[in-house]
């Protein structure tokens, strides 16, 4: 069965890129809120979520804390996607629950090998 992710991002060049790169080897469905992401996770599974931390009203921090905080999603790998990063903002990611950490611009052999690290599979 094709793994399922969840691709939360406010820039729709980067959902599309992301979904460019990863629709080959898995399902990818894009949303561009937070809300649209607590949505979409209550509607269906997913095998791991790409979170961007800065997003317009719910951000990503609260949808991580939501995702940790249910029985259903509390082990699913989130892996944080963000152009702010910093080790002090890596560190809290992984404090709080992050399987992985990615800095943008990224490549797609840096996407890919971080999806299938967090799933446990063969890039």
């Known amino acids: 069965m ?3 992710l969840l691709v939360v991002d406010d820039e729709p060049d980067l959902r599309l890129l992301v979904e460019l ?4 080897q898995y399902g990818v469905v894009t949303v561009a809120t937070g809300e649209e992401a607590l949505e ?6 997913f095998d791991a979520v790409l979170l961007d931390l800065r997003l317009p009203g719910i951000d990503g921090w609260q949808v991580l804390e939501h ?8 082990d699913v790998p ?8 910093s080790p002090g903002t890596e560190a809290r990611c992984r ?18 090998s971080v999806v299938s690290s967090a799933l446990g599979t063969a890039a």
């Open 78 to 85: 989130v892996i944080v996607l963000t152009a702010h990063g």
């Open 40 to 45: 979409a996770v209550s509607e269906a599974t």
């Open 21 to 24: 790169h990863l629709a080959r």
């Open 2 to 4: 094709t793994a399922r």
């Open 67 to 74: 995702l940790r905080a249910q029985p259903a999603t509390a």
């Open 95 to 112: 404090a709080a629950g992050c399987s992985a950490f990615l800095n943008k611009p990224f490549t797609g052999d840096q996407l890919r």
